[in-house]
């Protein structure tokens, strides 16, 4: 089973940054493509971005967040930058074993707990 842990949330000014973390248990971590999503009060789970080993994709947050992986750490990052209330929500990461469907929650195997992001105006 992979654990994953979230950190990085808070409570950040419109337009300002955050850099949030997830690191995983698993030691054969750089074969599983990693995924951030967010939910945000009465929403669905939406897809933020996504990292494999051959590279990365991002959803509507294109330009804004860049998705990165260290494989030394086991850690998968996402940088949030030009933050809109809008972004606010938990965020979650999540680890699956194949390269398809990265946009796709429920093809994911492995969820951490998420961590609240909250964006003032």
């Known amino acids: 089973q992979v654990q994953l842990v979230e950190s990085g949330g808070g409570l950040v000014q419109a337009g300002g940054s955050l850099r949030l973390s997830c690191a995983a248990s698993e030691r054969t971590f750089s074969t599983y493509a990693m995924g951030w999503f967010r939910q945000a009060p009465g929403k669905e789970r939406e897809f933020v971005a996504a990292?494999?080993?051959?590279?990365a994709r991002a959803g509507s947050v294109k330009g804004r967040f860049t998705i990165s992986r260290d494989n030394g750490k086991n850690t998968v990052y996402l940088q949030m930058n030009s933050l809109k209330p809008e972004d606010t929500a938990v965020y979650y990461c999540?680890?699956?074993?194949?390269?398809?469907?990265?946009?796709?929650?429920?093809?994911?195997?492995?969820w951490g707990r998420g961590t609240q992001v909250t964006v003032s105006s």
């Open positions: 990292i494999t080993r051959s590279g």
């Open positions: 999540a680890a699956k074993g194949g390269t398809y469907s990265l946009s796709s929650a429920g093809d994911y195997d492995h």
